[in-house]
Each structure stands twice: as structure tokens, then as C-alpha cells.
């Protein structure tokens, strides 16, 4: 991992900002190729999904629409205490998607004038589960379970075929789909897939989608890019990034194995550790050099922690190190820090939180109950995470009666002429004339 050294400098917002460890061009690079996938699968539906499922996944003359067999298989074949722990992860995240619906609220203006803020489900979600280096049964709860939380009616899932299983979708991902009553399931990959739910593929069926959500790597979340404004998405859910801010106090050999832990995931993972003691970063460099060699997917690893968005920053003090993680906008931020539970609050700019050193990434990712597709590339800035919101459209209800209406007849009318929209007021004075 490569030392950004910070120490010592006054740098500005803007300044934080570029000292930001990012593989933009990597980035630019997959927004490119992801929108010509996107629009190839636009233009020629299932056959642009076969040709990319030959060249992407190896995979040729499957079944694009899983049968309901297929997911019937799978659930009789699913190891106990992998069905027991879906079944518990299912439990917390719906507890914790129920939190996130905001009940209706009825604000009255004036006597016989209301206003109803309500939430409505949108009618058809679809939602992608990665499944090139790892097998994301998780992503299937994270995803489908808020959709329900918020009464989507219509829920499709979509996930790569698997050269070594024939061209079927992995039996897991299929299992944990069945166990949350999912029967409409594509076999289709990446960025594709992002296209075809949103502009639906005639030839096998499916129409297309209100939302789509979930994570991927950065052709997936710049295929979402791509379909912006012809469908709703979540963030975009790219390849993984975890920063950990950690005082003197802390734990090397614990830091070193949750930012392993999330390189393993893709060589464009993103590891960072922010912190301002000298001593603590040479040890993590020892930990992390250790752990990584010997971790089962230990390429993927290095390729990861040696790619230009990871690094290790060193900072004055803990007002820089916030500033730093703030700029960052990081998608996993955790803290090492001896008050981590006072100082949370001044961590603004994440898409999740986690306070201390037991409350690692690898909980959220399963079984915190949070969810874990989550901003990345700096959005967390401004983006929030997948959440029940996601599958829900805020609207204004809006009721006056007659006499609340000729309480604001003339403010309307006055307002219309001088945008000089004289109709508007005609409309009013309409209700008021025979």
C-alpha cells in the first residue's frame, strides 16, 4: 500500500478532495464500454444478452428466464445453517427496512385545506446480484427484502450464469431468491443486465422495470449511469471501498484484517487507512503484508491494496483525519478511535458508520441488519444507501374546499398576472363565476 502524507500541509476542500485516492481511470474507462453494453442490449434484446453471456461468462445456450425448477432445486439442496442464516439475516434487515417507511402525515394549511405527504411503492423493482468472483447470497436479502418492506408488487432479480453450473444461476443465490418468494429470475450479467431491465427484452418476457438496484463493479454502476432518466436507480453500488480512521490506540492486526477483508472482494476495491500516528501505520503495513499472503484469494488481495485507490494517509490530527474521511465520502467508514462512539457524529459523509473496533464491515455486510449496497465513488456525499425509500415515491396529497380556496383567490390571481400567466387566475375566478 502506497503513504499519503498529508502532515503538515493547510489544504482547503478542494485540495482534500484531490488528495483522494480514486482509479478514475479505470472509472471513465467502464462508462465507456458499460453505456455501448447498455444500448447493444437496447437494440438487440436477447441476442445481445447471449453474445455477452458467451463472452463475459462463458456461457452459451442457457436459459435466460430460470425455470421454477431450477429455484426449487436449489432450496433442496441448501445447506441447513446456510438456510438458518439467510433466514436470520432476512429477520434483521426486515426489521430494520420497516424503520425506514415513513408513515403519511396530514398538515392542515387552514380550515378546509390539507396537504397528505404519503409514499407510494413503485410497481416494479429489479434487482441485480453480482456473481463473477464471489457468490452474494446476502446481496439478495440486502436488495429484495426492503423492495417488500416498501409493497413493491413486482420484484425481478437478475444474476450471471455460471459456466460451472451448466448456465444456471448459482444454486445459492437461487435459493436465497426462493426463500424470499422470488419466481421471476434471469440468468444475465453486468452491465447488460442493467440495460435489459431497463428497457425490458420482449423475447423472454420481461418488461421493463420502475427501479433497479444493487451492487456490482464499476461497469455495473456506470451501466446505472447509462440508464439514468430512462429508470430509477440506487447509488451506484461500485466496486467496494472501506476506510478506517484509527488514533494510536488501536488495534493493527484488527485494521489489517478488515481491509483485507474487503480487498478480497475485487481487484478495484478500495482500502484506506487514515490515521495520525506514525507507529500504528507501519504496523498495519507489517499486518496487512502478513494477512494478505496468506488469505485464499491473496492475487486478488494485493492487486487490490497495490492499485492507486488504496493507500495509507497520514494526518496531523484528528480534525484532519475527519476532514480527510468527510472528503473522502467513504461507502464503508469505520472507527478505531478510543471515543469512536462520541466522535461519530462528526463523520458527516458515509454511506455506513461503524463505531468501533467490534463492529467490523464483514458485520454489515451479513448481519447487522443494516444494509450493505451503499454508495461509492464519493457519493455518499450526497447519495444515500439502498433502503425501503429506494422502492418509494414521496407525494403530496393535495384538498381545499371552496371556501379555503376563496381565502387565497386573490393571492393567486396576483401571482399569475405578474408571472403573466393570466390563465392560471382565470382558472381560479372560474370557480367563482357562473
Known sequence: MRTIDLRGRELSPADMLAAVPRATQARAEALDTAARIVEDVHARGEEALREQAGRFD??????????????????????????????EAIRRVRIASAAQVPAPQVTEIGAGATITQRWQPVHRAGVYI?????VYPSSVIMNVVPAQVA???????????????????????L???????????????????????????????????????????????????AVAGVVGTDSEAGATEILVVADSAADPRLIAADLVSQAEHDEQASAVLVTDSEELADRVVSEVARQAASTRHATRVAAALDGPQSAIVLVDDRAMATAFSNAYAPEHLELHLEDAEAAAESFTSAGAVFVGDQTPV??????????????????????????????LRPQQVISYDRAALAEVRAGVVALANTEVLPAHGEAIEARFTA
Request: no cysteine; hydrophobic share 45%.
Open 58 to 87: 462463458r456461457v452459451s445456450g442457457h436459459e435466460l428466464r430460470v425455470p421454477a425448477q431450477h429455484i426449487a432445486d436449489a432450496l433442496e439442496v441448501l445447506a441447513p445453517e446456510v438456510r438458518a442464516a439467510l433466514e
Open 130 to 134: 453480482p456473481g463473477g468472483k464471489a
Open 362 to 391: 464483514s458485520l454489515g455486510d451479513y448481519m447487522a441488519g443494516s444494509n450493505h449496497v451503499l454508495p461509492t465513488g464519493g457519493q455518499a456525499r450526497y447519495a444515500p444507501g439502498l433502503g425501503a425509500y429506494t422502492f
Open 175 to 225: 435459493a436465497a431468491a426462493g426463500l424470499l418468494g422470488i419466481t421471476e429470475v434471469y440468468a444475465m450479467g453486468g452491465a447488460g443486465a442493467i440495460g435489459a431491465f431497463a428497457h425490458g427484452v420482449a423475447g423472454i418476457g420481461l418488461d421493463p422495470v420502475d427501479v433497479l438496484s444493487g451492487p456490482g463493479n464499476n461497469y455495473v454502476a456506470s451501466a446505472k449511469r
Open 151 to 173: 409493497g413493491v408488487e413486482q420484484i425481478a432479480l437478475a444474476s450471471p450464469p455460471q459456466a460451472d453450473q451448466a448456465g444456471r444461476v448459482h444454486p445459492t443465490i
